[in-house]
């Protein structure tokens, strides 16, 4: 009895070397900042500190297991589908993945997850400011409800002398030329023509004015709170519109779901061959992220003045479907460093916990 109690008291010393604790959520980028959920009314989480991050030690065991997915749910509404977000749950970090936020330089910035409802980072995300060619996203999801893919439009002189006037990016379209529907928004989607977003508008309001008032009707309907169009390409003229980080990822989302969209999204170079009613073309994604960080899906880049440097991204990861959207970037190329470090760093919070090895 002696010498099985000494194994016993030597036992219970190693398992006390093993610290058992449950990990803080992860917080939100910046402190006192008003970051709101799915919702758009809850605060963000403020940001953890030294202290707690030295509270875990470097063999951590969860203590419970996250809970079971919930995946948003789309309800029926007439014309278009509408978000209702599942709940919205703070990031919880597996076992000995516990790592600070990225920073995120541009002016707001969201990340969550599109099935749990968990938000991974929030900054600025109710804010409403302009969001240049993340416009075309809404612009694209209203066309494939007005329109059928084989459907054909006839370019005409207005829809390119639009994009010349406007010093926007354009699809070298010419007038004359009759395009699918489904490679004008190739055209819309991967070049961000605005020469081609003016076509589509101006065929399936009809006109720009109808066309804008649809664009709203379905923010409306999506529960896009704080967003208003003026334009199916973003530009300055006639007015920007605005937006949030937060509405344009509940839009990701939402467009993502729509299979041809998700694919146009996600193509990097897609080419039309010569015919009789219109010339070869070839239009390559200007989304960065495509072809080089793991599981990206798109979405949509934007730029203006005003709004600066914008992206909507997404991607699947173990499972997850992680979403966000970065506005006000300074740097064209940043904004691509910024959302693959988010990623990364988000797909490592939601990762399988480790198995600790029994002592």
């Known amino acids: 009895m002696h010498h099985g109690g000494t194994r016993l008291t030597a036992r219970a010393a190693l398992v006390t070397a093993v610290t058992l604790a449950t990990v803080s959520p992860v917080p939100a980028l910046a402190a006192g900042t008003s970051a709101p959920a799915l919702t758009g009314r809850s605060p963000a989480h403020a940001p953890a500190t030294g202290a707690t991050a030295a509270t875990v030690s470097a063999l951590t065991v969860l203590t419970a297991a996250p809970p079971a997915p919930r995946a948003p749910v789309l309800t029926a509404a007439p014309g278009a589908l509408s978000f209702t977000p599942a709940s919205a749950t703070p990031a919880a970090p597996a076992a000995g993945r516990r790592a600070s936020v990225p920073s995120v330089p541009g002016r707001a910035a969201y990340l969550y997850d599109a099935g ?28 494939l409800r007005e329109a059928k893919p084989t459907d054909t439009v006839t370019i005409q002189a207005a829809d390119v002398r639009h994009a010349a006037t406007n010093g926007a990016t354009h699809a070298s ?6 395009l699918t529907v489904r490679d004008l928004l190739y055209a819309v989607m991967l070049p961000s023509g605005a020469d081609a977003s003016h076509a589509l508008a101006r065929v399936y309001g009809p006109g720009n004015a109808a066309f804008v008032a649809k664009m709203n ?45 998700r694919i146009i999204a996600s193509t990097r170079r ?21 072809g080089k960080t793991p599981g990206v899906m ?21 499972g ?32 399988p916990e480790q198995t600790v090895p029994e002592l």
């Open 173 to 178: 379209l010419r007038a004359g030329e009759r």
């Open 217 to 261: 009707a379905t923010a409306r309907s999506m529960g896009l709170v704080d967003t208003r169009y003026a334009s199916a390409d973003g530009l300055p003229k006639p007015a920007p519109g605005y937006s949030t980080a937060l509405d344009q990822a509940k839009l990701a989302d939402l467009a993502l779901r729509d299979p041809l969209l």
């Open 320 to 351: 997850h479907r992680l979403v966000g959207v970065i506005l006000g970037e300074s740097n064209a190329d940043r904004r691509f460093q910024s959302a693959t470090r988010l990623l990364d760093w988000a797909s490592e919070q939601t990762a």
């Open 270 to 290: 897609h080419v039309v061959a010569k015919s009789k009613v219109h010339r070869a073309h070839s239009w390559t994604n200007s989304n960065k992220l495509l």
């Open 116 to 143: 749990t409802g968990t938000i991974h980072l929030s900054k600025q995300a109710g804010k409403r400011m302009p969001v240049a060619s993340l416009t075309k996203v809404m612009t694209a999801y209203v066309v």
């Open 298 to 318: 798109g979405l949509k880049t934007g730029y203006t003045s005003a709004a600066g440097y914008c992206l909507s991204f997404a991607a699947d990861r173990d």
